[in-house]
């Protein structure tokens, strides 16, 4: 008993001193937690008042971020964004930190001044799954010497005016095809969405530079890249939630693995045939891009340029080249038909080089000063990238006294800095004189149709030249008006936001010859041409570039060139130029 009794005493004192100290124990625990946290706070908040703070912006809802105020049109709420902000912005989409820039000064820091911190652009699974053989394409390939390499090839070797020499023909027999057809098209007065058909121009021209005239491969290239188009430009939650990529909620992971698959067996036949013809032949005519290409290889297809990278420049050049270029043109015919003064000045100043007994020709173009000047004004008012692709902040690194964190999203506004009072008088007036000789001015990060930098478009060019042939020529061959009880008032100015901005509602118009008959009869179709120039080709192993000479005096003309020379995209900040030769052995 009395052992019991002790046994009891013993043991409720046990317990109650165990659970003193266990109280003891909590209370400690919660006095050190509470101080920790703090301790935290009064760092975190010396930290805020000493360090670099990230930029202005909207707080953002828990999860979601701000990404309720980014809607369909993002740079325009950007824009809304800049107004109340600032030039600099930060925003947190999702759980992105975003960051956007609406000033040239801040561009230029982006651009030029820490272009190595910028210089790579996001990835995503969608993006992961946008791969030839393992390689991406010049858009989405990380910065480094991969990326320096292949965008070398393809702006000195395939897209510069030098390059592009030797393609004249192909370039021409396109356009002439689609004015042949716009020519039948006119003859009943119906309006035409003339978007379609400068696509269609533009994405046979591009398939021809590429693979000359494998043409049922170029029928089904064509809608094949036309949804990677949409692909590469779809927004996915992913995107902002990184964690929801690999979940695929719309499915575009899946629809990325099989288009790319299609591009890829479509690419490889055209690459096949074409390497199959060089050994048969014993000769590489250098006949088209994928010919250019397979000159880094050696017969067994070993090189500093594996297939992988040739698909993905054939991918850039059919994405990068087709739609922005119709585009371009597309607003600029709108701009014409708005302002019928310009378009009359124009249109003189064609007929003054040309005449009325001939086409234009490339080698009309550098004295087609005043179509420059407009198309120059038509991208400054309609960016065919507004925020241009963005890119990804490498490091944590400042603008302007403002913490950006490492792997933050980066968007140069360029759509607002296209329309600053403080740089452009009357930003909204359509004035192309603001583009002559002696309006220039030597700002260069006030007008970005082509972004800058190492991220900067390769296919500048060649962009040029395709807007401005087909503009010449369109306006040359025909008068262009709207159809009948559209008012000017009525056209819907508004884009859609995409790879390319196009218009919401595409333009239709009426077009009316301008031209003798017998010139639009005359027209030589693509099977003549391709006849007569694999005749070329195949009998007498000519070389097309020799009477393709024309290109060597084109130049885009002086204005063209004032702003052109001051674009900061000199492959000299890239590390300079290693000859291409190098890369062959
Ligand atoms: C009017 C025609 C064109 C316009 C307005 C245009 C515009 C642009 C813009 C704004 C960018 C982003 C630049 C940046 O982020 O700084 C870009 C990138 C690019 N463009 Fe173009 N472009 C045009 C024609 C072409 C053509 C003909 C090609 C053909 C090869 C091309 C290929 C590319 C490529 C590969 C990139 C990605 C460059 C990189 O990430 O390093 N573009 N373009």
């Known amino acids: 008993m009395h052992y019991e009794s002790q046994l009891a005493s013993s043991s409720s004192s046990y317990t109650l001193r165990n659970f003193i100290s266990m109280e003891q124990l909590e209370f400690t ?141 192909s ?75 690999r979940l695929d909620l719309f499915g575009y992971n899946k629809r990325a693995r099989r288009i790319i698959e ?41 090189g500093p340029l594996p297939d992988g990278p040739i698909k993905g420049i054939m991918a850039d050049m059919m994405i990068g080249g087709s739609e922005t270029s119709a585009i371009s043109s597309e607003w600029a015919l709108m701009e014409l038909l708005r302002n019928p003064h310009i378009l009359q000045k124009v249109k003189d100043e064609i007929a003054s080089v040309v005449g009325t007994e001939r086409f234009v020709e490339e080698s009309d173009l550098p004295k087609l000063t005043y179509l420059q000047q407009m198309l120059m004004e038509s991208s400054r008012l309609h960016v ?56 220039l001015h030597n700002k260069r990060y006030d007008f970005l149709p082509f972004g800058s930098g190492r991220r900067g ?23 262009v008006e709207l159809p009948e009880g559209q008012r000017i008032e009525d056209i819907d100015t508004t884009e859609v936001f995409g790879l390319s901005c196009p218009m919401k509602v595409p333009l239709r118009v009426v077009l009316k010859p301008r031209l003798p008959s017998h010139l639009y009869d005359g027209i030589q179709s693509s099977e003549a041409f391709c006849a007569s120039s694999d005749f070329l080709y195949s009998v007498m192993g000519l070389d097309l570039s020799i009477g393709a000479s024309v290109l060597e005096t084109i130049n885009l003309s002086s204005t063209c060139m004032v702003y052109i020379a001051s674009y900061p995209q000199s492959w000299a900040t890239q590390g300079g130029s290693v000859p291409i030769t190098e890369h062959r052995k």
């Not at 809607?71 to 992105?96: C, N, Q, S």
């Not at 094949?224 to 995107?239: I, K, N, T, Y």
């Not at 507004?386 to 944590?396: G, H, K, Q, S």
């Open 29 to 169: 625990l919660w006095s050190a937690l509470v101080g920790w946290l703090g301790l935290l706070v009064v760092w975190h908040l010396r930290k805020g008042r000493t360090g670099p703070q990230l930029p202005p912006g909207p707080r953002g809802l828990p999860v979601l971020g701000s990404l309720h105020l980014v809607g369909e049109l993002p740079h325009r709420d950007f824009t809304k964004l800049a107004d109340k902000y600032g030039p600099i912005v930060h925003l947190k989409l999702g759980f992105v930190h975003t960051i956007v820039v609406s000033s040239p000064e801040f561009a230029e820091e982006v651009l030029r001044r820490q272009d190595e911190n910028f210089s790579t652009r996001f990835t995503s699974p969608k993006i992961e799954e946008l791969t030839f053989d393992g390689f991406h394409e010049v858009v989405y390939a990380e910065a480094g010497p991969y990326h320096k390499y292949l965008k070398r090839i393809l702006k000195e070797e395939m897209v510069s005016l030098r390059a592009q020499m030797r393609f004249k023909d």
């Open 171 to 245: 370039r021409r027999v396109s356009l002439m095809e689609t004015i042949q057809s716009l020519h039948k098209k006119s003859k009943d007065g119906k309006p035409v969405v003339i978007v379609e058909d400068l696509m269609e121009c533009l994405q046979m021209t591009i398939c021809r530079l590429m693979f000359h005239n494998i043409t049922n491969l170029v029928r089904e290239f064509i809608p094949v890249s036309r949804e990677l188009m949409f692909l590469a430009s779809a927004a996915d939650p992913g995107d902002f939630m990184p964690w929801l990529g």
């Open 262 to 302: 299609r591009l890829d067996r479509c690419m490889q036949s055209v690459i096949d045939e074409h390497r199959d013809r060089i050994k048969s032949t014993g000769v590489n005519q250098m006949a088209d891009i994928v010919d250019i290409c397979l000159s880094l290889q050696d017969q067994d297809g070993k």
């Open 384 to 439: 065919i990238a507004p925020v241009l692709i963005p890119r990804e902040c490498v490091r944590d690194t400042t603008i302007g006294g403002y913490h950006i964190p490492a792997k933050s999203r980066i968007f140069v506004n360029v759509f607002k800095i296209h329309k600053d009072p403080s740089v452009w008088e009357n930003p909204l007036e359509f004035n192309p004189d603001r583009f002559s000789q002696s309006n």
């Open 457 to 479: 478009c390769p296919g500048m060019d060649l962009g040029n030249l395709f807007v401005m042939s087909l503009m010449a020529q369109l306006l040359h061959c025909f008068d």
